[in-house]
């Protein structure tokens, strides 16, 4: 069922008993993780956290500790699923969950005792009534007539409960509210909101962003909602009198450039890596690379100067840089250089952009470098949330800095040598096996944002109008031992495009009918693994089910 | 010359860094005993023989008793600084001590370390009341009643004051009350995450 009041149904539920946190392997999780930490130490509430990146996890750490605890709360996992179905839990267990995928489960939805979502009921969710999808048994046994009848009419009335099962699934919601804003909201709500924990928030809207999983326009509404969450809680800097210490931590509102880490790195290197640019400018070809130098002439600044370091840029280059900037880019066709974001500033040295922190927070979780578990990089990544490890936070830059440079070069290669092939009904493309940096995409979130760039791109460089408004379906090779495929589908690039996702049920419906071996382990149900032998079936039956 | 090894007894205890208990040195202790000895034997020679006259043996007689006293306090200062290592490793690690510790204690000394810890657990008994006041609990005051840990290894199921179990698996954090976590983060088990 859904809650109306977070603090009294939610948090004043669970501050007298002892808590099992289960947790998403994204940044918006993380960020919602940390908030939640935050208050559950201001109120002295024993909890544990327990990492989880996919519904095998998920299974197995409630097996482990169900007997030990009675309130469990998700974090961006769980809704889209029948969780009663797949846990089985006793009848006085809870879940709490927090989740971002949509559509949610009816079922969950439904269960008015075990089950509570924390969601923004923001506008309908166009869940059908009750009565609908679930029927008394007593109606049931009324309604049958003879014996013989009996099977037939209650065959009819499951395959039409089914029909509507099937509808309900595929009903999506609007707009939704980033897991990290929840919480927020719920500190805010009981006076218990910090700079730290808004920070966070700022964080966990970033990362939706970033990924494309959220529509522009919901992006700038939410930022609405936190600037003035901002300016409630920063005032202090703008009286010259009062202000705070340069060591304090202060958030600001900032209109900057969409360059990804362009303060950390070099304008260039930023320019060249990132999504926006680079398809705009068409960066793969010659031409693209000529314009690019044409764009800095344009804007006055030498090539020597903008190859450097951000940092070590002349002051004089660097004052006015952004309107610069914007007013040349408007005349290569990049109107939106320009985004509302929040950056936060601590000590002389210290101030980062909120997709600085998403970047490298998603690099350190995905991090393959040491072929460490997956939990170990979760807790490197939380741990780098706090400002007191700045250590792993540039260590996590760093990172950010090859996954985005890997990112383009493949994108680069793949459009040059047409790799994006045209289906029918939705776009492919499978990077070989020797490709370079291949093992960087064996990773969900990796792999999803090369997706989104590549059809960016590809969108940019094609000339056939159908094709851009195809949805795109990305496969990397996830183990080459066990020869499993990671796949990745992800929706069209419209300019309204309110970024629903139905390949979920898409790879579901095809696995079944063509009897792959699959794993729909992730949480976001458009990313599956399956076996290599298996991919071309299961691309045939894909086809026939999407036209 | 006389008392040297007694100083070799005492330099090797200093260079042992701070609080570290080194093997007990048997051989040492034994051979400045038989020094001891030899030099009371010749003093009590000596002795004798200045009584019935000879008066120029008594400056030996006073050297040689000057390095019996030097020899004694060198190996009484051996003996009460390795007790007082002893008992702040009571302190820092609980009523079990590690195996190798046990190991560089004689047998003298063992048994000394259970006596200290009897009358220390009579003596905290006997404080706050019913239960007694565990003193070596919180040697530093806390700042919070709860704090978060991280698990290092897997530990299996621990237990905490209300009855209830948790189950320390590798990467797991929990937040729990601080006095059962202590024993744990000094065995390595558990991190305590300052964020």
Not at chain 1, 176 to 201: P, R, Y
Not at chain 2, 172 to 180: A, D, I
């Amino acid at each position: 069922m859904f809650l109306s009041d977070f603090r009294k149904e939610f948090y004043e539920v669970i501050v007298a008993q002892r808590v099992l946190l289960l947790v998403a392997s994204d940044v918006d999780a993380l960020c919602a993780c940390k908030i939640l930490q935050a208050l559950f130490q201001c109120d002295h509430v024993q909890y544990t956290l327990v990492p989880v990146s996919g519904w095998q996890e998920l299974e197995t750490a409630f097996l482990e500790h169900k007997d030990q605890f009675q309130y469990f709360v998700l974090i961006n996992c769980g809704a889209n699923v029948d969780l009663l179905e797949i846990l089985q839990p006793e009848e006085d267990t809870f879940f709490f969950i927090c989740d971002t995928h949509r559509p949610i489960n009816v079922v969950n939805v439904y269960n008015e005792t075990q089950i509570k979502l924390l969601v923004k009921q923001d506008d309908d969710f166009e869940i059908p009534a009750y009565d609908d999808i679930f029927r008394d048994e007593e109606e049931d046994e009324d309604d049958s007539g003879n014996e013989s009848d009996r099977s037939e009419p209650s065959g009819k009335r499951k395959r039409f409960e089914e029909d509507i099962m099937e509808r309900t699934m595929k009903r999506r919601q609007r707009r939704e509210w980033e897991s990290a804003m929840v919480m927020f909201d719920l500190a805010w709500i009981m006076s218990k909101d910090l700079n730290d924990m808004l920070w966070w928030a700022i964080v966990g809207l970033t990362d939706q962003w970033v990924q494309d999983k959220i529509t522009q326009m919901k992006y700038v509404t939410d930022i609405g909602t936190l600037q003035r969450h901002v300016s409630r809680h920063n005032h202090r800097n703008e009286d010259e009198e009062n202000s705070l210490s340069i060591d304090c931590m202060r958030i600001a509102f900032e209109y900057d450039l969409r360059l990804a880490l362009y303060q950390h790195w070099s304008l260039f290197e930023s320019l060249c890596n990132t999504c926006y640019t680079s398809a705009s400018l068409k960066l793969w070809s010659v031409q693209g690379q000529k314009r690019l130098q044409e764009f800095f002439a344009d804007m006055g600044l030498p090539l020597k100067q903008v190859k450097q370091k951000f940092n070590s840029m002349d002051i004089s280059l660097k004052e006015n840089l952004q309107e610069m900037i914007e007013e040349s880019a408007s005349k290569f066709g990049m109107k939106n250089l320009r985004v509302q974001t929040f950056s936060i500033h601590f000590g002389f040295k210290n101030k980062f952009l909120a997709s600085d922190i998403v970047y490298a927070t998603a690099s350190l979780m995905e991090n393959i470098e040491k072929d460490e578990p997956g939990a170990d990089n979760f807790i490197k990544a939380l741990d780098s949330l706090s400002r007191s490890n700045l250590d792993k936070l540039h260590q996590g830059l760093e990172l950010a800095k090859k996954q985005l440079r890997a990112t383009q070069q493949t994108v680069a290669s793949c459009i040059c040598t047409n790799l994006v092939i045209s289906q029918g009904p939705f776009l492919y493309c499978y990077l070989m096996e020797g490709t370079p940096d291949v093992k960087l995409f064996s990773k969900p979130v990796s792999l999803c944002l090369l997706s989104k760039y590549l059809l960016k791109s590809f969108v940019c460089s094609t000339k056939n109008k159908r094709c851009k408004l195809l949805p795109l379906i990305v496969a990397a090779p996830m183990d080459v031992e066990q020869g499993t495929v990671i796949m990745v589908g992800i929706p069209p690039e419209t300019e309204s495009s309110d970024k629903k996702n139905f390949f979920g049920r898409a790879f579901e419906k095809a696995a079944e009918s063509t009897n792959s071996r699959t794993l729909h382990n992730h949480f976001d149900m458009s990313i599956i693994e399956l076996k290599m032998e298996d991919r071309s079936k299961f691309l045939d039956a894909l086809i026939s089910l999407l036209s | 010359m006389f008392g040297e090894r007694a100083a070799e007894l005492v330099r090797g205890l200093h260079r042992a860094a701070d609080g570290h208990l080194p093997a007990f040195n048997e051989d040492g202790i034994r051979q400045v005993l038989e020094e001891m000895k030899a030099l009371y034997e010749q003093n009590q020679a000596d002795v004798n023989e200045a009584k019935s006259g000879r008066s120029d043996l008594i400056r030996a007689i006073k050297f040689c008793h000057c390095s019996l006293l030097r020899n004694r306090r060198c190996v009484v200062a051996y003996l009460y600084d390795r007790l007082l290592r002893i008992r702040a490793l009571r302190w820092e690690y609980g009523s079990v001590l590690p195996n190798d510790l046990r190991f560089h204690m004689s047998s003298e000394e063992t048994e000394w370390f259970n006596q200290y810890k009897k009358s220390l657990a009579t003596y905290m008994r006997s404080l706050g009341g019913e239960e007694g006041l565990d003193l070596t609990q919180d040697m530093k005051p806390p700042k919070s009643l709860y704090i978060e840990v991280r698990c290092l290894k897997d530990h299996g199921e621990f237990e905490i004051d209300d009855g209830t179990t948790i189950l320390l698996k590798k990467n797991s954090q929990h937040f729990l009350p601080r006095w059962k976590c202590e024993q744990l983060i000094r065995q390595g088990v558990l991190e305590h995450v300052l964020s």
